[in-house]
T-cell receptor, first 112, second 113 residues
Framework: DTAVSQTPKYLVTQMGNDKSIKCEQNLGHDTMYWYKQDSKKFLKIMFSYNNKELIINETVPNRFSPKSPDKAHLNLHINSLELGDSAVYFC???????????FGPGTRLTVL | AQSVTQPDIHITVSEGASLELRCNYSYGATPYLFWYVQSPGQGLQLLLKYFSGDTLVQGIKGFEAEFKRSQSSFNLRKPSVHWSDAAEYFCAVGREYGNKLVFGAGTILRVKS
């Protein structure tokens, strides 16, 4: 009965590769988010989608492209991975754009 | 723009002792305030939240927090800490367009027996 799930949990890859992280929520929420937690544990929002429409794009390089095929899913595709992309990426969801956010377990991305 | 300050990077308390983690925010109107906890290698779990109403809010695991508008603070408290409370605690403020959460830098809690 996982509420917000992410796959994979760990991702190790080489510089220059393209990778995707998937997020699914079974809470019936209509807003989903991606956050990045850097090596200093600082959390910062990257994107927010409401009803499959992008509403926040927080000055993230365009190598990062979120895709929301439906309200329950928000995937993150990253092109041409760089060392600085190494981080933990968290997906979250909320009932609407003013409600409490519930977070997934995170995906630890390591770029070598 | 919103901002959150957690002045204490690390705090160590003895098991059974009381705990207070500090959080100060900057926001023009009444904010939405949250405390999340992150155990090592885990995701973020919501402890409690404040949207409006009673300024003393109760959360899970025996935590509470008090919103003080005059001090722009939302400090987290627990009367008696358990070893399992050792984790990193994040204060966050919301309510901007799109429900963007702005997080503090976190406070690492260590519990000594």
């Amino acid at each position: 009965d996982t509420a917000v799930s992410q796959t994979p949990k760990y991702l190790v890859t080489q510089m220059g590769n393209d990778k995707s992280i998937k997020c699914e929520q079974n809470l019936g929420h209509d807003t989903m988010y991606w956050y990045k937690q850097d090596s200093k544990k600082f959390l910062k929002i990257m994107f927010s989608y409401n009803n499959k429409e992008l509403i926040i794009n927080e000055t993230v390089p365009n190598r990062f492209s979120p895709k929301s095929p439906d309200k329950a899913h928000l995937n993150l595709h990253i092109n041409s991975l760089e060392l600085g992309d190494s981080a933990v990426y968290f997906c979250a969801s909320s009932q609407d754009t003013v409600d409490t956010q519930y977070f997934g377990p995170g995906t630890r991305l390591t770029v070598l | 723009a919103q901002s959150v300050t957690q002045p204490d990077i690390h705090i160590t308390v003895s098991e059974g002792a009381s705990l207070e983690l500090r959080c100060n925010y900057s926001y023009g109107a009444t904010p939405y305030l949250f405390w999340y906890v992150q155990s090592p290698g885990q995701g973020l779990q919501l402890l409690l939240k404040y949207f409006s109403g009673d300024t003393l809010v109760q959360g899970i695991k025996g935590f509470e927090a008090e919103f003080k508008r005059s001090q722009s603070s939302f400090n987290l408290r627990k009367p008696s800490v358990h070893w399992s409370d050792a984790a990193e605690y994040f204060c966050a403020v919301g309510r901007e367009y799109g429900n963007k959460l702005v997080f503090g830098a976190g406070t690492i809690l260590r519990v000594k027996s």
